[in-house]
């Protein structure tokens, strides 16, 4: 997995989340264009974990950008909830063409397909296997179990699903979770939800196991010395790792 987005805000230093797993699967579509360029028309799925605009922001103008190159239809992966909002509110004809019923230059086939993810059913798609499952974080949201190794949160909030994938499964070996804000912003972080240092130490202590990689990511860039030096007061810091645009996780 390699990082093209680690943070929950945009900035002249900081990328939005997008996590290429190969060059034809992407989880998210915050940066794409900037980061993959021309090799967007290697992708064949883009899984979207929800509809926040630091998510999709690229889905629109990628599509745009490379539509008389691409050959091959660019498939949409989401829960209904997501599918419908971004056909409501982006790929309406109103914000931006409906691209699910524009076809290819010189194809019948349309420039996208949707194609709707149930919770807790497996998938396959391209080289990977996913499960999807409610985050808690917004309408439609899903974390994704990968491979039956890493438990994906995206954006999440209090989410028993996570502890109880990883207490149960002992194949899973990483988590990726977010820390979007410092705890000073506990009220903020509550009514958004996302997770702060101390939510997440809070959360940490219904995992029942000493063998789980843990990564970090999701911080938005403007508090980052904030969330990283409160990790360290209180103890975690040492215990995660903080990933940064063009990380790179090996999956296994």
């Known amino acids: 997995?390699?990082?093209?987005?680690?943070?929950?805000?945009?900035?002249?230093?900081?990328?939005?989340?997008?996590?290429?797993?190969?060059?034809?699967?992407?989880?998210?579509?915050?940066?794409?264009?900037?980061?993959?360029?021309?090799?967007?028309?290697?992708?064949?799925?883009?899984?979207?974990?929800?509809?926040?605009?630091?998510?999709?922001?690229?889905?629109?103008?990628?599509?745009?950008?490379?539509?008389?190159?691409?050959?091959?239809?660019?498939?949409?992966f989401a829960t209904q909830e997501v599918i419908d909002i971004l056909k409501e509110n982006i790929f309406n004809n109103k914000v931006w063409p409906d691209f699910s019923a524009i076809p290819l230059m010189n194809s019948s086939e349309k420039t996208i397909v949707f194609h709707a993810l149930e919770y807790f059913k497996e998938y396959t798609i391209g080289n990977f296997?996913?499960?999807?499952?409610?985050?808690?974080?917004?309408?439609?949201?899903?974390?994704?179990?990968?491979?039956?190794?890493?438990?994906?949160?995206?954006?999440?909030?209090?989410?028993?699903?996570?502890?109880?994938?990883?207490?149960?499964?002992?194949?899973?070996?990483?988590?990726?979770?977010?820390?979007?804000?410092?705890?000073?912003?506990?009220?903020?972080?509550?009514?958004s939800k996302h997770l702060t240092p101390l939510l997440l130490e809070d959360e940490l202590k219904k995992l029942k196991r000493e063998d789980v990689k843990i990564y970090i990511n999701h911080m938005k860039y403007e508090y980052m010395d904030a969330i990283i030096n409160e990790l360290k007061e209180i103890g975690l810091y040492d215990k995660v790792t903080i990933l940064d645009d063009n990380?790179?996780?090996?999956?296994?």
């Open 129 to 191: 296997r996913f499960k999807p499952y409610p985050n808690f974080h917004t309408f439609g949201s899903c974390g994704y179990i990968i491979n039956d190794i890493m438990v994906f949160t995206s954006d999440t909030f209090l989410c028993y699903h996570t502890w109880d994938f990883l207490n149960n499964n002992k194949n899973l070996k990483q988590l990726v979770i977010e820390v979007s804000f410092p705890s000073a912003y506990n009220r903020l972080a509550v009514l």
């Open 247 to 252: 990380s790179e996780i090996e999956i296994g």
């Open 1 to 76: 997995m390699k990082i093209l987005g680690a943070f929950g805000s945009k900035t002249k230093n900081s990328q939005l989340s997008a996590y290429l797993l190969d060059e034809k699967t992407v989880i998210d579509a915050g940066n794409l264009i900037q980061s993959l360029g021309r090799d967007f028309l290697k992708l064949d799925n883009i899984l979207i974990s929800h509809a926040h605009f630091d998510h999709i922001v690229d889905l629109p103008t990628a599509i745009d950008t490379y539509y008389s190159e691409l050959r091959k239809s660019v498939n949409i």
